[in-house]
């Protein structure tokens, strides 16, 4: 009996030592790791609940674990975050200064996500990086998400960023509401005059699958402002879209923001 407790003591050390190889040798570094991506190196739910124990994973929230030692980064939390929330990508502001189009330097900006349903954050989440998400739908049924979003170079192939033409809608979108998403209408006309190299192509086809007059109108606003080629001739989109009456809002800095026909 003392022979066969000692050879299942044996089997047990020799499975938790290979769990915890893999765990060192595979595991991502920077990002949190989930129960699917355990399951795909091998690691069992059995052996996970031991290296928590053990303390070889810290345990982040459910469904969430960090690798001991390691450290988040911004780009492993939305390499997770991309796992979980379906449509999840970098827009607005956030998008074009990762592109290199930027007005003002935060110390610590808030990344700006966009997604395409509600998804609740897990609390760690905003302590290792601040963030605003939303949910607003900009565009009809016909549009394609999947072709105007891209992973950068420089970051991982799950981090989806909008182009710049999508970024321009959807910082738009933000001009004017109060709280954390609101956004000027002063920095976005700065950010506009150094989008020099917008596609006009893409641009207005985007806009024509807007739905968002308001968005529609700054764009083409912004475009005016800027001098450059693509702002032009975005008067015609408007009109295919607008009532022609001119549209209206109070902005989080108590000025009213009034948009021509």
Sequence with gaps: MYSLCWKVTRLETSVVKRAVQLLMQDAPRGQPIDPALLRNLGISSAQTHYLVTAGWLQRLSKGAYLLKGDFL???????????????????????LDWQGVRHNIAFRPRILLWGIQAYRFPPWVEQHMPHTYQ????????????????PLPLKGPSVLVSIPELALLELASDIGKRGKKGQSLEEAV????????????????????????????????????????????????????????????????????????
């Design 73 to 95: 980064t911004t780009e492993g939390i939305l390499t997770y975050l991309s796992r979980h929330s379906p449509g999840l990508h970098v827009g607005g502001k956030t998008a």
């Design 135 to 150: 949910t607003t739908r900009l565009f009809d049924d016909k549009f394609s998400l999947s072709e105007n979003v891209r």
């Design 190 to 261: 700065h950010l506009a005059d150094s989008l020099r190299n917008l596609r006009a192509d893409r641009l207005s086809g985007l806009l024509r699958r807007c739905t968002r007059v308001k968005v529609v109108k700054l764009v083409r606003d912004l475009g005016e402002s800027s001098g450059h080629d693509w702002g032009r001739g975005l008067q015609d989109i408007v009109d295919g879209l607008s009532s022609g009456r001119r549209w209206s809002t109070l902005g989080r800095d108590g000025r009213r923001l009034t948009l021509k026909p």
